[in-house]
């Protein structure tokens, strides 16, 4: 593709929207040679518009304009409010055009059949051309490419709207003196390239270029005249300007937040309330006296928690003053589950339908005159219930009341890698089967398998290959294995000694498009699924309680129902305080071909692998 550079001249520029407009080429002779015709220039409105002529690197769009003074151009920048990496080149290309930083535009385009002259000076003419796209460019290569009113983007405001402020006098007699001394400079280099091929100018075929810049300087010297007694006029009617009002200065608030791990707020909330048996007046003076200088927002969140008014309403604020401490939990606890690392898994909401697709239609040649077969699709529909996740931890009081680091931490991780690791052995376990109204299947209930073999590479392969006999993209699918079989495919090389599965490490990675998640809960399994196909629901949210008077079955798989043989332990008498974590989430299959895995992997390092490992001082290979 071709570029025909240009001055990126500002005619307007509007922030809220981020709109601006210019000129994105002339028919002038730029400094590579080329003089670009806008007459012969095609072009689908709106054209990309790019940053640097990086295709990877979009900002916006443009609607273009053929004019026989150049192509005109109007751009876009959209504005986002996600954070993302085109957000943050939007708002670079954004900051760079009004600081006048990027003063210049670039056309890519395509010269079509045909669409070129070659004129005795070398230089070339493109006549014929496909505009394709339109970027920013730091360097213009126009002549006497020069931005002045790039200097001058102060926005004024006039009855709310935003508007341009209009370049000065001066500036105007500037750019015209600019724009003559441009067509001069190519007036006397025609001049002088017929006077060097020993040329009258009338021989020349550049005279009537030469003719056409003659008029347009005289039409600017005319309005330079107009210009510079329009001028003598203004210092005539000048009055002095009295000074303004020195602004008030202000400075943003700085804050500085204690460098604790995640979660800690969130716990010591839990903790304050424990150790103050509930009544939360004293929790707060608890949690004040406590954690003043590294958490103050503990006891700011236990006074809003329970502030009279719309505060205690589920429906006004008490999202909102909750959210800040039971999102650093959720922080946590997402990236530790198979859940968390998953990318573009279905997310559906709680018992509504999902219609999806289970037959296609009928199709076949049909003759001359011939009748068209009718055909018909077929579909289902397919809703996640409420399903939930629970633990309880018990702890002593005398942990809750002398709670340090540590042991906040041991709460922390505690309830973290418990919950993590039930919902990883649930979501990919083959032995979990649905139960009405407890909890789902887990992905690989009933799914297709395979034996695996020695050969990571055809294994993965013939994974691969389920999904294309199925009519399923292969594109993101993601397989789950141990964190062992992961490490075994970073031991692989080619011929060359270069890694068969460059980007997979013992965490995981990607590989080829492919995503590859470790977990431990996967054994011996290695587990392919396509997300898309994969609904899930979850509500976001863990929901803590806490009591000191309750009576449990100190057991991991408590009796239901309870009958007389159950034995209670009551946590007033232990001087015991249980915690209790519930999540709600749920998962299902679109598609019964959505994952299929291997079993009995163990794939061996390839021979020549060298493995440390590191007993004590000593090292055996």
Request: aromatic share 6%; with cysteine.
């Amino acid at each position: 593709m071709d570029l025909a550079y240009s001055l990126l001249e500002i005619k307007s520029v509007t922030p809220e929207l981020r709109r601006f407009s210019g000129i994105a080429s002339t028919p002038e002779l730029d400094r590579q040679g080329d003089i670009y015709d806008p007459a012969g220039a095609v072009f689908k409105n709106p054209v990309p518009l790019l940053f640097h002529h990086d295709p990877r690197q979009p900002i916006g769009s443009v609607t273009l304009k053929a004019t026989p003074q150049g192509i005109l151009f109007e751009a876009v920048l959209p504005a986002l409010e996600d954070a993302s990496p085109l957000k943050s080149r939007v708002d670079d290309a954004w900051a760079c055009i009004k600081a006048g930083v990027i003063t210049g535009v670039s056309i890519g385009h395509r010269i079509l059949a045909d669409g070129v002259e070659y004129l005795k000076s070398g230089a070339r003419r493109i006549t014929k051309s496909e505009i394709c796209e339109l970027s920013l460019v730091t360097i213009p290569a126009n002549v006497g490419a020069t931005i002045l009113s790039v200097k001058s983007l102060s926005v004024q405001r006039a009855k709310g709207a935003p508007a341009m402020s209009k370049p000065t006098t001066a500036e105007h007699i500037q750019n015209l003196e600019n724009k003559r001394a441009a067509l001069a400079s190519r007036m006397t280099e025609i001049m002088e390239t017929a006077a060097g091929e020993g040329q009258t100018l009338g021989e020349s075929e550049q005279a009537g270029e030469h003719d056409s810049l003659a008029v347009q300087v005289k039409s600017i010297d005319a309005d330079l005249g107009r210009w510079r007694d329009h001028e003598k006029l203004n210092i005539l009617a000048a009055v002095p300007v009295p000074p303004a009002p020195m602004a008030k200065v202000t400075y943003p608030s700085v804050s500085v937040k204690a460098n604790v791990p995640l979660g800690t707020a969130f716990v010591r909330a839990a903790c304050a309330q424990l150790v103050c048996k509930g009544n939360t007046r004293d929790a707060i003076v608890y949690a004040e006296e406590r954690w003043k200088d590294s958490t103050p927002e503990v006891a700011l969140y236990l006074k809003a928690a329970v502030a009279a008014g719309t505060t205690t309403d589920a429906t006004w604020a008490l999202p909102l003053v909750n959210q800040n401490i039971s999102n650093e939990f959720i922080e946590l606890l997402r990236p530790a589950t198979i859940l968390g690392k998953i990318p573009g898994l279905r997310n559906v909401p709680f018992n509504t339908k999902v219609p999806t697709q289970t037959a296609g239609g009928t199709y076949g040649w049909v003759g001359e005159a011939k009748p068209k077969p009718v055909t018909k699709l077929a579909f289902s529909s397919t809703s996640l219930g409420v399903s939930k996740a629970a633990g309880i931890i018990v702890l002593t009081r005398e942990l809750v009341m002398l709670s340090n680091p540590s042991a906040e931490a041991l709460v922390r991780a505690d309830m973290i890698a418990g919950i993590a690791q039930f919902l990883d052995q649930q979501f990919i376990d083959p032995a979990v089967a649905a139960v009405a109204g407890v909890n789902p299947a887990s992905i690989t209930n009933g799914a297709p398998t395979a034996a695996a073999t020695t050969n990571p590479l055809a294994d993965i392969m013939g994974l691969i290959n389920h999904f294309a006999t199925n009519n399923i993209s292969v594109a993101g699918v993601t397989f789950i294995m141990s964190a062992a079989n992961a490490l075994s495919l970073t031991f692989r090389t080619n011929l060359d000694g270069s890694p068969e599965f460059p980007g997979v490490s013992v965490s995981g990675g990607s590989y080829k498009g492919l995503t590859f998640v470790t977990s431990q809960a996967a054994g011996g399994n290695v587990i392919a699924l396509q997300p898309s196909l994969v609904l899930y629901a979850d509500d976001g949210g863990v929901t803590i309680d806490a009591s000191q008077e309750a009576s449990l079955q100190m057991d991991s798989a408590p009796a239901s129902p309870a009958d007389a043989t159950t034995v209670y332990v009551s946590l007033w008498q232990t001087n015991t305080i249980g915690l209790r974590a519930e999540r709600f989430i749920n998962w299902a299959k679109a598609d019964a071909n959505a994952v299929k895995y291997l079993t009995a992997t163990a794939w061996p390092a390839p021979s020549g692998a060298s493995v440390t490992v590191e007993t004590g001082s000593r090292k055996k290979d």
